[in-house]
């Protein structure tokens, strides 16, 4: 039975030399640490590169610590994909500083779970709090004529002067290079002074076809994309397939929450919503419930594509 070690930060510009300094004995005594470096809490847990690792590698009785349970999740929903994952596997969760330190988190018993889902309402409170500062803060620094954001890349002379060039016939890559910034940064300002009247991809006017016919707007993708909300059982089964698209799509879904459980709502090609059904349907067999969330996937996706 192994300790295994959990860290993440939100953002680039953040470190984990505190998480670090509470796992230090731990880390001393050569513990594997996991991390998951610039990742946001909204992300759930299950979806992370990191802990997805840890979880391949860890084995029965093995108990996963981390510096404060924020590290690891932040929402109700994300408490509610992860406990199941632990108890199946029979790992342990344990938090090393606070109230909370002496206590398994992953205990399968109705105290426990009511504590850690208290817990996480209150970590996503906070997490809420702090993003409705945020956006108060930019609102009232907007309204006191502050500019945000990134400087702009020309100052207006330039955006002349590149204007100009261009409808002398420099070309966009010459120009970018001579301002020192990217291709489509020229073509966002050609476009806004309206200097460019073709289009950007050429390959779609074939030899005797006209404007109009461009105009009229490219074929339907073979591919199309659709939005189909994933069921939470489905999306934990999914998590661990080899198959990096469905992976992606996951990671990059929105967990919905209704009532006691959550789905993921992900906007994907149709080529990968199969995929996921085909991954998750020999898992999902297993069980009353799990046939359920496969039926619900399936036709979700079948109304999706015929929408389509």
């Known amino acids: ?7 993440r930060h939100s953002t680039d510009k953040q470190t984990d030399a505190r998480q670090r300094h509470a796992l230090a004995a731990l880390l001393a005594a050569g513990a594997p640490a996991y991390e998951d470096p610039a990742t946001s809490s909204r992300v759930l847990s299950v ?18 610590r981390i510096a404060d349970a924020a590290r690891l999740f932040r929402s109700v929903a994300d408490i509610i994909a992860l406990r199941p994952v632990l108890i199946r596997r029979g790992l342990h ?23 850690v889902s208290v817990l996480a309402a209150v970590l996503e409170f906070q997490r809420d709090m702090i993003s409705e ?15 945000l ?19 002398e016939g420099a070309a966009v890559k010459a120009l970018a290079r001579q301002y020192g910034i990217a ?21 779609a006017l074939d030899e005797g076809e006209d404007q109009d016919d461009v105009a009229d707007g490219p074929a339907a993708p073979a591919d199309p994309v659709a939005v189909v909300d994933v069921p939470g059982l489905v999306a934990e089964h999914l ?31 149709v080529s990968v919503h199969a995929a996921m059904i085909e991954h998750s349907a020999t898992a999902l067999m297993q069980s009353p419930a799990g046939r359920k969330a496969h039926r619900i996937h399936s036709d979700r996706v079948t109304s999706a594509r015929t929408a389509s």
């Not at 992953?106 to 779970?113: E, L, Q, V, Y």
């Not at 945020?134 to 006191?144: D, K, N």
């Open 149 to 167: 954001g990134r400087p702009a890349a020309l100052d207006e002379g330039e955006v002349v002067e590149l204007v100009e060039a261009y409808r």
């Open 239 to 269: 998590a661990d397939v080899a198959d990096d698209a469905v992976r992606q799509a996951l990671a990059d879904g929105q967990t919905i929450r209704r009532g006691q459980g959550y789905s993921v709502r992900v906007t994907a090609p």
């Open 47 to 64: 979806h992370r590169a990191g802990f997805k690792q840890l979880l391949d590698e860890a084995a029965v009785g093995d108990t996963i």
């Open 1 to 7: 039975m192994a300790d295994l070690l959990y860290l």
């Open 183 to 203: 291709p489509k940064t020229v073509r966002r300002v050609l476009d806004a002074a309206g200097a460019r009247d073709v289009p950007d991809d050429l390959s």
């Open 93 to 115: 969760l344990r938090v090393e500083s606070g109230l909370l330190s002496g206590i398994d988190l992953a205990s399968d018993d109705p105290g426990t779970k009511m504590m």
């Open 133 to 147: 500062n945020t956006r108060e803060g930019v609102a009232a620094a907007e309204a006191a004529g502050k500019t």
